[in-house]
């Protein structure tokens, strides 16, 4: 508790021993004697817990507001002092301070977990000049300049690894616990820990740059960009105070007029005032967004605004691309076809007869074989594109390549079934067997579709410029619901249009890409997901929310946040405004009393701030 | 210019959004939101006057909430 939360608890409790004392008295007959002069009596608690609201109202009066809630929960209890509803009044406000108290610890809590969340600004940066390294600001290290980074401290900047080797803590970026492991060369990005060992680092982005800077800023700046519902609860809340004021001033006058009995409509027009202030729903609706999206950050999903948490609960059509968003994006031996049963054998010799080549096709065999062939040990060794490379080595003439270099060769290997590239091997003129390399599907790929699917997404497609035969296996695999090919970046565009026209009013869809490639249909679709690769410009500018480590199985974890959060921020719509409107009809009518109209007010507030605090916590 | 502004002591939703409001009007800004949640005030206005608008932003603040004040 903050020192102002302290004070006002000292005063709650000071008037709450008083007000309970004064109680006793009066329910015991002991203060009948003293007829009006009771009002002398609950004045002295009274002033003590509604000092601060006179004077707060005072202030409003000046600037010329009318329709405030201090003002007109003022005017609400000294009306309820006139007809002589003494206990009545102080309740009301000792409630109100208990509400607001209780209002600012629960707000304050929210903001320190957020602000836990955002716990990736590194203090300091370890500056290397020379022999000396000095602690300076982040700020002040330019693009180019060398700092150390010690075992448990925070990657400052965005740099390149010169020395050293570590393991690196990503989890407050990305979500991810598995550490990555970084040795020199290595590009590091700053918000990390460093796990083990120390590392020099030449920096390559200035801290305005960085991605720590990047990630704060959109974190920050998220809240700014309001979701429809929350727009709502903005303009709502300006004419609610209003127009609740107008029912309570008409309330005070007419009947009071037609029957004559002003005491009794006094006292109900209070109720309405009392009941004035929209309190829970502008805080407790930004509250369950920022939840949301906070929610979502730990899990390494960046979400830019309310406005796309939003949209991302109501997503029925997902489009994917695939090279780098569903595959790996990189090729990979994953079949090994020996004609003799030896598929070590022919690995090696493979590596052997692409080692000279800088081809995809090669780096992915030479990947797989796990070991670089000694200079020397191949000659001869001669390319043809378009078809492949031969060469002698390991006392062998060796030749890798498609049918076509086969074909060339007189030999004829037997068909092998994939959508992948396949790579024959011969030595000697004998055929020796085939490889086959594909650009894998990502791990959980096809888990994050199910349970997309589960989530309540309708439809997922699939977008590729790849040949026709690759693209259908992958969406055969991942049992997607239609697989478009061999599309040009603009015609992928097109499709999107096109399925974008198709869909109903309230649906909406979700393009999913790496980003890079992909901004012109990130921006055309309802909602652009980017594979933010860590710290990845171009991703995170296009995209309305970041997948910071590429992984598709944070896309359902974000629906079913997105969607909870709706849930959450709607219960609380309902519930407030439920509760306000039966109680000032219960009002109207002369059923409800000041207690209920407290709970109306603050007690409503309390509740719908805890509900929205679930946001935060949401798995 | 965009600049960003702790504040501290901003207590309430409605006196927030007040306070914008009022930011907003003072002359040389272009737009202003007062963040309830995370505390800060975005401004948006004419460098040259950054100075002048902060005092009169500082002033405004007070006067809807005594105990609230923009950090500089």
Same mark, same amino acid.
């Given at each position: ?619 | ?18 306070? *914008?409001?009022?930011?907003?009007? /003072?002359?040389?800004? !272009?737009? #202003? ?8 005030? =975005? +401004?948006?206005?004419?460098? *040259?006057?950054?100075?002048?608008? /902060?005092?009169?932003? !500082?002033? #405004? ?8 004040? =923009? +950090?500089?």
């Amino acid at each position: 508790m903050t020192k102002r939360q302290k004070q006002t608890l000292a005063r709650i409790l000071v008037t709450a021993g008083l007000f309970a004392a004064l109680l006793i008295l009066e329910k015991t007959g002991r203060l009948e004697p003293l007829g009006r002069r009771q009002a002398l009596l609950f004045l002295l608690p009274y002033g003590l817990i509604a000092y601060d609201v006179l004077f707060a109202a005072a202030r409003r009066i000046r600037q010329g507001i009318v329709f405030d809630e201090n003002l007109l929960m003022l005017i609400a209890t000294i009306a309820a002092f006139c007809i002589g509803e003494y206990a009545e009044a102080v309740a009301v406000m000792l409630f109100y301070q208990i509400g607001e108290l209780f209002q600012s610890v629960a707000v304050g809590r929210s903001r320190r977990s957020i602000s836990d969340l955002m716990e990736i600004v590194p203090a300091y940066a370890n500056l290397v000049q020379g022999d000396a390294v000095t602690q300076v600001d982040p700020d002040d290290v330019a693009v180019g300049d060398v700092i150390l980074i010690k075992a448990g401290e925070r990657v400052p900047l965005d740099g390149e690894v010169l020395t050293g080797t570590s393991l690196l803590d990503t989890a407050a970026l990305t979500g991810e616990s598995v550490p990555r492991r970084v040795s020199p060369g290595d590009a590091i990005v700053s918000g990390c820990i460093n796990g083990s060992g120390a590392l020099t680092v030449r920096v390559t982005r200035a801290f305005e740059d960085s991605a720590v800077s990047k990630i704060l800023e959109l974190v920050e700046t998220a809240s700014s960009k309001k979701a429809k519902t929350e727009q709502f609860i903005t303009r709502f809340a300006k004419i609610y105070t209003p127009f609740v004021t107008a029912c309570a001033l008409l309330i005070a006058v007419i009947p009071s007029i037609v029957t004559g009995d002003w005491r009794e409509w006094l006292q109900r027009a209070c109720i309405f005032l009392v009941i004035s202030c929209p309190c829970a729903l502008v805080i407790s609706v930004p509250l369950g967004f920022f939840g949301g999206i906070g929610a979502a950050s730990r899990r390494g999903v960046l979400v830019k605004g309310g406005n796309f948490l939003e949209a991302a609960a109501g997503v029925t059509t997902l489009v994917f691309d695939k090279t780098g968003t569903l595959t790996q994006g990189e090729f990979r031996v994953t079949r090994l076809l020996p004609a003799d049963g030896d598929e070590e054998t022919l690995l090696r010799l493979a590596a052997l007869a692409e080692s000279g080549s800088d081809h995809p096709v090669a780096r992915s065999i030479l990947a797989a074989c796990g070991e670089t062939p000694q200079a020397g040990a191949v000659s001869e060794w001669t390319e043809t594109p378009g078809e492949g490379v031969e060469a002698l080595a390991a006392g062998q003439r060796l030749a890798a390549g498609n049918a076509k270099l086969m074909a060339r060769l007189v030999i004829a290997p037997p068909q092998v079934e994939t959508a992948g590239t396949v790579v024959y091997l011969a030595a000697d003129g004998q055929y020796r067997g085939a490889i086959v390399i594909e650009d894998a599907i990502k791990d959980g790929a096809a888990q994050a579709i199910a349970d997309l699917r589960a989530a309540g997404v309708r439809q997922c497609v699939m977008l590729s410029g790849d040949r026709q035969a690759a693209a259908q296996a992958v969406g055969a695999q991942l049992g997607l619901d239609a697989v478009h090919a061999e599309l040009l970046p603009a015609e992928k565009v097109g499709r999107v249009e096109m399925l974008l026209a198709e869909k109903g009013p309230k649906d909406i869809l979700g393009y999913v890409g790496d980003g890079i490639n992909d901004a012109p249909v990130l921006m055309r679709a309802d909602l652009g997901f980017a594979m933010g690769s860590l710290g990845s410009d171009a991703a995170i500018e296009a995209a309305d929310i970041v997948i910071m480590d590429d992984d598709l199985r944070r896309l359902p974890t974000v629906v079913r946040i997105a969607r909870k959060t709706m849930r959450i921020v709607r219960e609380n719509i309902w519930f407030a405004l439920g509760v306000k409107l039966l109680v000032m009809l219960l009002g109207a009518l002369g059923i409800a009393n000041m207690w209920m109209a407290v709970f109306a007010d603050v007690g409503v507030s309390v509740l719908a701030i805890l509900n929205a605090m679930r946001t935060l916590r949401i798995k | 210019m965009k600049k960003k502004f702790a504040m501290e002591g901003v207590d309430c939703a409605v006196c927030a959004e007040r306070m *914008a409001e009022q930011i907003r009007k /003072l002359p040389g800004v !272009q737009n #202003a939101s007062v963040n309830f949640l995370t505390q800060k005030l =975005i +401004l948006e206005a004419e460098e *040259a006057q950054l100075e002048a608008i /902060l005092a009169a932003a !500082q002033k #405004a603040v007070g006067r809807i909430d005594k105990g609230a004040r =923009i +950090l500089l």
